[in-house]
């Protein structure tokens, strides 16, 4: 063997150096092989992937014919079918359980989502079974995995001074006694499935009449009150985009005009205009000409048109240079 073995690796080495060789001295020939072939090779792709596809569905419905069988056969023998996979969990127990972690981890949610369905269908049924589940395990000697550390155990500790504290405080200022109690996973989903199919149901007439009629009606004044204020914002809300158009438009002449007015009133003795509100303001005055409640806009009506009216204060520059 050890003859024969260097004989074999002349001749693939030979043989990979005549290839080479080959494809060296032809290198566009399976290019141009591709090119004059291109249908052929595309129909033997197309039938292999066919085959190939009908292998796999031929596959697929002989293990569903299977999994048909099986199924059938454990409905009608439900006695023989638990006998024979004790016997497998005796004779294949790592198997088995192994088996069952997988199916575990592929179905977690579908599992996780059946669990919840139960337990909010029967809350009390399923705190049974954990509290039962709970006893088995103490009875068999085990114990929890996890238990509290020193620090946890002491702030539980305080929780519960503080809270029979509080008690004893309300007791003294003859309030009641609180009557919220602890609610588990199971009976607070259950509550809000309860809950969801309550408000969802639909009313019939004589419900809603009745609901109707338990409610009190809105005072007049009330309901006058807030159209006033509603319409009152939607006229502020117009006249400021009139005003903010028109300000944008004739800004500069507004300025002028206003300057000017300040060097006449401060030749006369008088406090000039502000050249920051004043030309907005005059642009307010004009876009709120035609409305029958000019008041809505003045300079302390809201906190929008304030705001409308001070814009420029944000952008002006120091008095004073330091």
């Known amino acids: 063997m050890s003859d024969a073995q260097p004989s074999d690796d002349e001749r693939a080495a030979r043989l990979a150096a005549q290839r080479k060789a080959w494809n060296d001295a032809h290198p566009t020939y399976y290019a141009e092989y591709r090119e004059r072939n291109r249908e052929d090779i595309r129909r033997k792709n197309r039938d292999r992937e066919r085959e190939r596809a009908q292998r796999e569905r031929e596959e697929k419905a002989r293990r569903q014919k299977g999994i048909d069988r099986a199924r059938a056969w454990a409905a009608e023998h439900p006695e023989?079918?638990?006998?024979?996979?004790?016997?497998?969990?005796?004779?294949?127990?790592?198997?088995?359980?192994?088996?069952?972690?997988?199916?575990?981890?592929?179905?977690?949610?579908?599992?996780?989502?059946?669990?919840?369905?139960?337990?909010?269908?029967?809350?009390?049924?399923?705190?049974?079974?954990?509290?039962?589940?709970?006893?088995?395990?103490?009875?068999?000697?085990?114990?929890?995995?996890?238990?509290?550390?020193?620090?946890?155990?002491?702030?539980?500790?305080?929780?519960?001074?503080?809270?029979?504290?509080?008690?004893?405080?309300?007791?003294?200022?003859?309030?009641?006694?609180?009557?919220?109690?602890?609610?588990?996973?199971?009976?607070?989903?259950?509550?809000?499935?309860?809950?969801?199919?309550?408000f969802a149901r639909k009313r019939s007439r004589g419900e809603v009449a009745r609901i109707r009629e338990q409610d009190v009606r809105t005072p007049p004044e009330l309901v006058h009150a807030l159209e006033q204020r509603s319409e009152t914002g939607r006229v502020v809300r117009q006249i400021l985009a009139v005003a903010d158009v028109y300000f944008t438009e004739h800004e500069l002449e507004l300025r002028a005009r206003v300057a000017e007015i300040s060097r006449t009133r401060f030749r006369a003795g008088l406090l000039p205009l502000d050249v920051y509100t004043e030309p907005r303001r005059r642009a307010l005055e004009v876009a709120s000409t035609g409305y029958l409640r000019r008041s809505a806009v003045s300079q302390t009506s809201s906190l929008a048109v304030f705001q409308w009216l001070t814009s420029d204060l944000a952008k002006r520059t120091p008095d004073i240079l330091l």
């Open 80 to 198: 023989e079918r638990q006998q024979a996979r004790e016997r497998y969990k005796q004779k294949h127990p790592d198997v088995y359980k192994q088996a069952q972690r997988d199916y575990y981890r592929r179905n977690r949610d579908a599992i996780a989502e059946r669990r919840r369905a139960r337990e909010a269908a029967d809350p009390e049924k399923a705190n049974q079974a954990r509290r039962r589940a709970v006893d088995r395990a103490r009875a068999t000697g085990r114990d929890a995995a996890w238990s509290p550390t020193p620090d946890q155990r002491a702030t539980y500790r305080e929780r519960e001074n503080e809270a029979r504290r509080l008690q004893r405080r309300r007791a003294r200022a003859g309030l009641p006694e609180r009557r919220l109690h602890r609610a588990l996973a199971a009976e607070r989903r259950h509550n809000a499935a309860a809950a969801d199919a309550f």
